[in-house]
């Protein structure tokens, strides 16, 4: 397989943190927009953050150029944000992360969007890293290519995505193999290929929509003494046990994620998948990693979104809004808004 990369690095908007007990301080300083492919990007950071476009020329792809945006490691703690939109207006996305009161970032997203076989493809991802970072950071690398390369990926999606899921964390186990880490990540995402929205989950990071004003959960937190995950665990030979929080083992506080191999014969990667027609009546999906679920409820996460235009805004209001509620982890969302008003609604670059 051949691939091409052309790498654009961007600068554009610097966001400074004065930070004391009660209050978050964000300032901008100046604003750059790029235009790539029918999508508007702008970016920010007082890291420095990249844009990647991405041609894969296997016959089994066939798609066209991917726009793929990614932070550099936050070294001072600082918020990082950014986002995109369609041509159209149609759909836009923001992002937000903060390193918050943690000593180390262990939050990482992914956002990816393409044309495949005439239809256009968005995929969003929270991957909200447990005893290190590689795993998540490996998931940021490769879940959402990985998945794309899934043969039944245009086919039977939800398949390809629970397959592309369970092969990915046999894979980075054993690229972790000949290491003394045993770390691990949850992964909420949510694909749109076309009109049609898949949401898979493992683990407790949560991804939820607004559908005329009421927030809907599409994922439900992988907790070891949910009634189903502890009976799983059991009958696999395991234990749930109160250590401060419900754990299993008395180590780990979600029954499904990514690595963890000590724990790997309980704590799966299989996801579950949501999937359901976009309507008009949808109007925004939030991902977010439990830093932010901890301390913002469903409905209020939806109700400081909506008052913002921008879903940038709406994402960085959120994660304020959980480090002011004193949110003692990582926090990072994104938030995408979906105008039905605009034409061709699955099809940005349709002329």
């Known amino acids: 397989m051949q691939q091409l990369f052309k790498e654009c690095n961007f600068s554009d908007w610097v966001y400074r943190n004065n930070i004391n007990p009660k209050r978050v301080h964000l300032r901008s300083i100046g604003r750059t927009l790029y235009v790539f492919g029918g999508l508007n990007f702008w970016l920010n950071s007082e890291f420095q953050t990249s844009a990647r476009m991405m041609v894969d020329s296997s016959a089994t792809a066939k798609q066209r150029p991917i726009v793929d945006m990614f932070r550099e490691k936050d070294e001072d703690g600082g918020y990082v944000s950014g ?6 207006g149609k759909l836009s996305c923001g992002y937000s992360s903060f390193r918050g009161k943690r000593a180390t970032m262990e939050d990482f997203y992914d956002i990816k969007t393409s044309k495949i076989r005439g239809q256009t493809v968005c995929m969003f991802g929270i991957f909200d890293g447990h005893g290190g970072s590689h795993a998540a950071e ?16 245009m086919t039977d999606t939800k398949l390809a995505i629970s397959k592309t899921y369970q092969q990915t964390d046999v894979d980075f186990l054993d690229s972790e193999r000949d290491t003394y880490r045993d770390d691990g990540s949850t992964a909420s995402t949510a694909v749109l290929v076309g009109n049609h929205l898949y949401v898979a989950n493992v683990g407790d990071s949560r991804t939820i929509i607004s559908k005329a004003g009421k927030a809907i959960p599409l994922s439900e937190d992988h907790k070891p003494n949910r009634s189903d995950e502890r009976k799983r665990i059991e009958n696999a030979g395991g234990v749930v046990m109160w250590a401060g929080t419900w754990r299993v083992g008395g180590v780990l506080a979600m029954s499904r994620a990514f690595g963890n191999r000590m724990l790997k014969q309980f704590v799966v990667a299989e996801p579950e998948i949501q999937d359901r027609e976009m309507d008009e009546e949808i109007e925004l999906l939030v991902l977010a990693s439990d830093g932010l679920w901890d301390v913002v409820p469903n ?25 002011t ?24 670059e349709h002329d």
């Open 83 to 88: 986002g995109w939109k369609s041509e159209d």
């Open 138 to 153: 490996y998931l940021k690398q490769h879940l959402f290519d990985n998945l794309m390369k899934h043969p039944q990926f």
């Open 299 to 323: 409905e209020d996460a939806v109700s400081l979104a909506r008052a913002e235009e921008e879903p940038e805004t709406a994402a960085r209001k959120l994660t304020e809004t959980a480090f």
């Open 325 to 348: 509620r004193g949110s003692a982890d990582n926090i990072t969302c994104i938030v995408v808004r979906f105008r039905h008003d605009k034409a061709n609604p699955a099809n940005p």
